[in-house]
């Protein structure tokens, strides 16, 4: 079964200054991969999501991620972030017709 | 297009009553997922139904909380009796039926509380 790994579990930044959250995934073909962001109060919205093709993709919002099989990571970045970024994301992995299986979450904290 | 519906948005309740959370998913998506979220255990997947039919209830905390899905276009998830662990949001998704490289959609959840 694969399983996914988010090892910040809060991170703070500067508002201007870029950001990289974490993701690192454990199965033995490709994966699916995806980040969601959750604003309090709100559900999961998806971010971007990777299952084949060119490995750096594009997001909402300004977002990208980079899918390097290498390290078995999916790494979310971001040049310059905004105050309104402030919210929680999670990385999440699937493989075929299995069950999506969600990280811990990282908190993000946006500091002026 | 109405995303993932789910009422109530708030409940509040003593313990040992019955609780009843309902959740509408998009038209046309064949796939239905329970989750839970808490401080301590965050993100949990409850149950998740193909089709109607409940595919994996593995994560279902106990014979306390049953899922039914009685048609495409709704889901209830219910606590009987409710104690204040139970207290959590509670989210809905749903996706269009295939491989999991479709995203799930996500309702604003319930927040329950047991007092």
């Known amino acids: 079964a694969q399983s996914v790994t988010q090892p910040d579990i809060h991170i703070t930044v500067s508002e201007g200054a870029s950001l990289e959250l974490r993701c690192n995934y454990s199965?033995?073909?490709?994966?699916?991969l995806f980040w969601y962001v959750q604003s309090p109060g709100q559900g999961l919205q998806l971010l971007l999501k990777?299952?084949?093709?060119?490995?750096l993709v594009q997001g909402i919002k300004g977002f990208e991620a980079e899918f390097k099989r290498s390290q078995s990571s999916f790494n979310l970045r971001k040049p310059s972030v905004h105050w309104s970024d402030a919210a929680e994301y999670f990385c999440?992995?699937?493989?075929?017709?299995?069950?999506?299986?969600f990280g811990t979450g990282t908190k993000l904290q946006v500091i002026p | 297009d109405a995303g993932v519906i789910q009422s109530p948005r708030h409940e509040v309740t003593e313990m040992g009553q019955e609780v009843t959370l309902r959740c509408k998913p998009i038209?046309?998506?064949?796939?239905l997922f329970w989750y839970r979220q808490t401080m301590m255990r965050g993100l949990e997947l409850l149950i998740y139904?193909?089709?109607?039919?409940?595919?994996?209830d593995s994560g279902m905390p106990e014979d306390r909380f049953s899922a039914k899905m009685p048609n495409a276009s709704f889901s209830t998830l219910k606590i009987q009796p409710s104690e204040p662990r139970d207290s959590a949001v509670y989210f809905c998704?749903?996706?269009?039926?295939?491989?999991?490289?479709?995203?799930?959609?996500f309702g604003d959840g319930t927040r329950l509380s047991i007092l």
């Open positions: 998704a749903s996706r269009p039926a295939g491989q999991s490289n479709q995203p799930q959609h």
């Open positions: 199965y033995g073909a490709t994966p699916y």
């Open positions: 990777y299952f084949s093709g060119d490995t």
């Open positions: 999440a992995v699937g493989a075929g017709y299995q069950k999506v299986t």
């Open positions: 038209s046309g998506h064949n796939s």
């Open positions: 139904f193909n089709n109607n039919v409940p595919i994996d």
